[in-house]
T-cell receptor
Framework: GAVVSQHPSRVICKSGTSVKIECRSL??????MFWYRQFPKQSLMLMAT?????????EQGVEKDKFLINHASLTLSTLTVTSAHPEDSSFYIC??????????????FGNGTRLTVT | AQSVTQLDSQVPVFEEAPVELRCNYS??????LFWYVQYPNQGLQLLLK??????LVKGINGFEAEFNKSQTSFHLRKPSVHISDTAEYFC????????????FGSGTRLSIRP
């Protein structure tokens, strides 16, 4: 089955530094990837939609200059949290869309990245 | 736009008892519906999906769900739960078009008591 690999699984960084999170589709090509953020005991909130070769589409309220998304190839999307602050500490999850014929198959999720900003 | 509501934030159940996790959705267009499970500090795993066809959908780990268009519901059921089913369960909806965003419900914490 389709596998999405997300790296790193955990990262601790100091306030003011930047952190890059990678999301790879291992055995399929993902033209569209999604980035979600999840606060403790809450649901997943969509941050942005990443399309290969084009600019990401950000959800309302998400700072595009702070959360930089790059989808340079059909198997890799990256999320960079720039100038991280403690309030950016969260669980970030990526997912990839696989199309089957005329229908979109359900998203395949990475295992998430726990970001802690000190 | 679509939205989804999970009415119960927590559901405690005894082991081997049946369980139903409720989910209602709203949409002005045709939808796809999903249930996902999340174990601590992990991503989401698809339990089952409804795209079209039979309204009773069977998934992994003995779970099933029934799409009810008139009641705009997609409740998840399991006839007998196990300790290993303890997790967070998310109902999700997307519009039935290309690359539609998936919108998640707030989640239901299923805790199994021995």
């Amino acid at each position: 089955g389709a596998v999405v690999s997300q790296h790193p699984s955990r990262v601790i960084c100091k306030s003011g530094t930047s952190v890059k999170i990678e999301c790879r589709s291992l055995d399929f090509q993902a033209t569209t990837m999604f980035w979600y953020r999840q606060f403790p005991k809450q649901s997943l909130m969509l941050m942005a939609t990443s399309n290969e070769g084009s600019k990401a589409t950000y959800e309302q309220g998400v700072e595009k200059d702070k959360f930089l998304i790059n989808h340079a190839s059909l198997t890799l999307s990256t999320l960079t949290v720039t100038s991280a602050h403690p309030e950016d500490s969260s669980f970030y999850i990526c997912s990839a869309l696989v199309r089957q014929g005329a229908y979109n198959s359900p998203l395949h999720f990475g295992n998430g990245t726990r970001l802690t900003v000190t | 736009a679509q939205s989804v509501t999970q009415l119960d934030s927590q559901v405690p159940v005894f082991e081997e008892a049946p369980v139903e996790l409720r989910c209602n959705y709203s949409s002005s267009v045709s939808v796809y519906l999903f249930w996902y499970v999340q174990y601590p500090n992990q991503g989401l795993q698809l339990l089952l999906k409804y795209l079209s066809g039979s309204t009773l959908v069977k998934g992994i780990n003995g779970f099933e769900a029934e799409f009810n268009k008139s009641q705009t519901s997609f409740h998840l059921r399991k006839p007998s739960v196990h300790i290993s089913d303890t997790a967070e369960y998310f109902c999700a909806v997307s519009g039935a078009s290309s690359a539609s965003k998936i919108i998640f419900g707030s989640g239901t914490r299923l805790s199994i008591r021995p």
